[in-house]
């Protein structure tokens, strides 16, 4: 069988087949705009938080209302003491509680240590628990800063002001930061799922031949690289995530990518019985793959060993990768370890899968 028949049937029964395009196409694209549409605002806004004011002074008073005025928080109630507050917080009514001791106002006024504010988050969603906590902690920083501004005798102290800008992540929201890492495990999940069953099955009906390797291989890496392209280019757009840094280097490193992870499922799909002993084996595999590929948790963090096994997937590369490209405008020789790396898992897996299938 020639290179280009083996290229254009690879193709086509892609296309054709029901699962497989399933997986290959249409999951892609369900995943472009489903993925991003929960964080489409961003930022987290108007979250519930409880006050316990046991000083009742003009400072609690201030520090309420500033808290009040701003829009990642509202104040679901003033109780009076914790009691209260924790049934709260436990009836899921509440994300916060925030304790203004009794002696606030006074030690403010008088220049003492007090009692010290308190603040109680909710972690089980940690973005939520961030946006509160600084909210919080900004309300409290602005009054007392007012506050002791104006108090008689009071020296007046020039400060440089430090206005912070995000120099890439610009809204600081969270489908900026999220939805570039996690694409990268889309696009190598749903390649790997439709290719290690596309071998598997033809291998278990007998339709595979050694001489139709190397366009079966071409063909499966035209599809990965058309994925790619689709989200980092018309995705990203449609969706304004911020992306085009470096393009020409992208339309080297995508092709480079799609041909790693078809050869990594060439691989898988030669040594599975069935189509659904492929997805058996891989579906389990996506949770995993999103923590090892290092954007949740700094890989250099992790223990030797998980860092060793993370970088032999090639999503911890990609991601390494494209997101430093696409999102940071970074050149290719900034990301040549990771492309280096890439590059050998790609000469690994095509080496091991063109025994397996010869």
Known sequence: MSFRQAFEGALLEILRTRDLVAVAVISVLFYAFY??????????????????????????????????????????????????????????QAEGILLIPHDLGSAVIEG???????VWLNGAYLLRAEAVGKTVGAAIGATLEGRLSGLAGSVAVPVTPVVTRPLFNTTEGYRDYIFPAV?????????????ARLIAERRRTGRWHRGMFLGVWAACTTIGTLGALFYFGLI????????????????????LFAATVSALALTIGSMVRSGNDALKLLIPTSIPFVFLSGFAWPLFAMPAWVQAIAWMIPVTPATHIFVPLNQMGASLGEV???????????????????????
Do not use: C, K
Not at 42 to 58: G, H, N
């Open 35 to 92: 993925y991003p549409a929960p964080y489409a605002h961003q930022v987290v806004e108007r979250l519930p938080i409880v006050v316990v004011d046991a000083d009742r002074s003009a400072v609690s008073r201030a520090i309420v209302r500033n808290l009040g005025a701003a829009h990642e928080v509202e104040i679901a109630a003033n109780v009076s003491d914790m009691v209260a507050a924790r049934a709260l917080v436990r009836n899921r």
């Open 112 to 118: 003492r240590p007090g009692g010290g504010i308190a």
């Open 183 to 195: 694409a990268n495990i889309i696009l190598q999940q749903t390649l790997l799922f439709s290719v």
């Open 236 to 255: 990203y757009w449609l969706q304004d995530i911020p992306h085009g840094g470096n393009i020409p280097a992208l339309l080297l490193t995508v092709p």
């Open 336 to 358: 040549g370890d990771a492309v280096a790396i890439l590059v050998v898992q790609l000469a690994v897996f095509g080496s091991v899968a063109r025994y397996r299938l010869r």
